[in-house]
C-alpha cells in the first residue's frame, strides 16, 4: 500500500459505478488507493480476513445481490474490529426510509450517487476531506445527509 496513502473500500455490484468511483479518484488531488468489493458476502469476507487493513472509509451501496448494504451495515456495527468503522452509504435511492434506518444503523454519511462525472469528484473531494473526528462525534440527521453546495 502507498505510504500515506487514503485507504478506500468501495462494495457495490455495478461495474460501470466501481470504474466511474475509480475514474473519480484518480482525478482527485489525494493519494489513495482504492479498492471494490462486487457485493455484500465479498465485503463482509474481506473485513472479516484476519489480514485484512481496513479501509479509511467505506463506500456501501445498498442494492446488492446475496447481502444487501443495509445487511452489512448491520453486521458491521455489531463487529466489535469493525464497529468503528466510517460507512458512507452510497446509493441511487433517496427514499426517506432508507435514509432514515441507515442513520439508525450507525452509518455516518449518505450520499445519492450522483449523475455527473464533476459531482462525483466533488462528492469525493468533500467526504475525504471532512473532519470525521468532528463529524462523528456531533452526528446529527442534518449532517448525515451529504448535499453539495
Given at each position: 500500500?502507498?505510504?500515506?496513502?487514503?485507504?478506500?473500500?468501495?462494495?457495490?455490484?455495478?461495474?460501470?459505478?466501481?470504474l466511474f468511483?475509480?475514474?473519480?479518484?484518480?482525478e482527485?488531488?489525494?493519494?489513495?488507493?482504492?479498492?471494490?468489493?462486487?457485493?455484500?458476502?465479498?465485503?463482509?469476507?474481506?473485513?472479516?480476513?484476519?489480514?485484512?487493513i481496513?479501509?479509511?472509509?467505506?463506500?456501501?451501496?445498498?442494492?446488492?445481490?446475496?447481502?444487501?448494504?443495509?445487511?452489512?451495515?448491520?453486521?458491521?456495527k455489531?463487529?466489535?474490529?469493525?464497529?468503528?468503522?466510517?460507512?458512507?452509504?452510497?446509493?441511487?435511492?433517496?427514499?426517506?426510509?432508507?435514509?432514515?434506518d441507515?442513520?439508525?444503523?450507525?452509518?455516518?454519511?449518505?450520499?445519492?450517487?450522483?449523475?455527473?462525472?464533476?459531482?462525483?469528484?466533488?462528492?469525493?473531494?468533500?467526504v475525504?476531506?471532512?473532519?470525521?473526528?468532528?463529524?462523528?462525534?456531533?452526528?446529527?440527521?442534518?449532517?448525515?445527509?451529504?448535499?453539495?453546495?
Amino acid at each position: 500500500m502507498q505510504k500515506n496513502a487514503l485507504h478506500i473500500l468501495l462494495a457495490d455490484d455495478d461495474e460501470d459505478d466501481r470504474l466511474f468511483f475509480k475514474d473519480a479518484f484518480e482525478e482527485v488531488k489525494i493519494q489513495t488507493k482504492v479498492q471494490f468489493a462486487h457485493d455484500g458476502i465479498e465485503l463482509m469476507a474481506h473485513l472479516m480476513h484476519p489480514e485484512t487493513i481496513l479501509p479509511d472509509i467505506l463506500f456501501l451501496d445498498l442494492n446488492m445481490p446475496k447481502k444487501t448494504g443495509k445487511e452489512c451495515l448491520i453486521e458491521i456495527k455489531k463487529t466489535e474490529h469493525l464497529k468503528h468503522l466510517i460507512v458512507a452509504i452510497y446509493s441511487t435511492s433517496s427514499s426517506e426510509e432508507d435514509i432514515e434506518d441507515t442513520f439508525i444503523q450507525g452509518a455516518n454519511i449518505y450520499i445519492k450517487k450522483p449523475s455527473s462525472f464533476d459531482a462525483l469528484k466533488k462528492i469525493i473531494n468533500e467526504v475525504v476531506t471532512l473532519n470525521w473526528h468532528y463529524h462523528t462525534s456531533g452526528l446529527n440527521r442534518d449532517t448525515f445527509l451529504l448535499r453539495l453546495k
